[in-house]
């Protein structure tokens, strides 16, 4: 599968680049991951909207949705010859976020829950409640075919089970939005805490992305590498990275 990061700031866009948002491809299929603010402009660099075959969505605060009425709009308005209607994958413990998500002809909400084991494409997705004040899921996407493996852990602050859910992952992209010295956060990961995750799950590669605008982002990534060593590759997050998995 090809990732590619079309935005990765938390919180609000910053400085001429986004919200958390990813374009995972794989065998002609484009999935969106989240669709934080920014992420259309960014996407259109990749990719003309109308092909894009489903969105899945982690949580509905809106770093991670802001870009999705207009994306609705975009197929609406100049769609495509005989264009299917979109589907959007999000969970339906918010009612109201729920039914933004189906535009009648243009895009359906689809209802995951944390059991569900979901076929999207060529990806079977699962799911792990994080820790957040709104209900928000991990997603571990297996692509069927080669058997790679990305977890993203979405918003979350610490949660061991996180290091099981991201187990053996060629890919782990976390949220990891402070430095050393705040742990334990209701809503976000540290630098340390991001690091055991990764080592606990013997990832492959990690990607540390929902930065914060007013920190020293390499001394994030310092903090992270420190605990992985030099095993497990850190990189921070980019807008128009991409890479092969
Ligand atoms: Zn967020
Ligand atoms: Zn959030």
Not at 183 to 209: D, F, P, Q, R, Y
Request: charged content about 20%; glycine content about 8%; proline content about 4%.
């Amino acid at each position: 599968m090809k990732l590619t990061i079309l935005g990765y700031w938390g919180g609000f866009p910053f400085n001429g680049d986004g919200t958390t948002s990813f374009l995972l491809e794989s065998d002609g299929f484009s999935l969106l991951l989240d669709a934080g603010s920014g992420s259309l402009l960014a996407l259109e660099e990749h990719l003309n909207p109308v092909d894009l075959d489903a969105v899945l969505l982690t949580h509905y605060h809106h770093d991670h949705i802001a870009d999705l009425g207009v994306l609705q709009y975009y197929r609406q308005l100049m769609p495509k010859p005989e264009q299917p209607v979109l589907p959007i994958y999000g969970h339906m413990e918010d009612a109201f976020h729920f039914e933004e998500l189906t535009l009648a002809g243009v895009s359906e909400g689809i209802g995951y829950k944390e059991t569900d084991q979901v076929t999207i494409g060529p990806f079977s997705v699962t799911f792990l409640r994080t820790v957040h004040p709104v209900p928000c899921f991990a997603v571990r996407l297996v692509e069927r075919e080669t058997g790679k493996i990305l977890v993203f852990t979405a918003d979350s602050g610490y949660l061991s089970a996180l290091a099981d859910f991201a187990k053996d992952a060629d890919v782990l992209i976390t949220d990891t939005y402070f430095l050393e010295g705040h742990e334990n956060h209701h809503a976000h990961l540290t630098s340390k805490e991001t690091g055991e995750i990764a080592v606990a799950a013997g990832v492959k590669k990690l990607i540390l992305s929902h930065l914060r605008q007013d920190i020293e982002l390499p001394l994030l990534k310092e903090q992270v590498t420190a605990i992985v060593g030099g095993d497990i590759p850190v990189i921070l997050a980019e807008k128009h990275l991409e890479m092969i998995i």
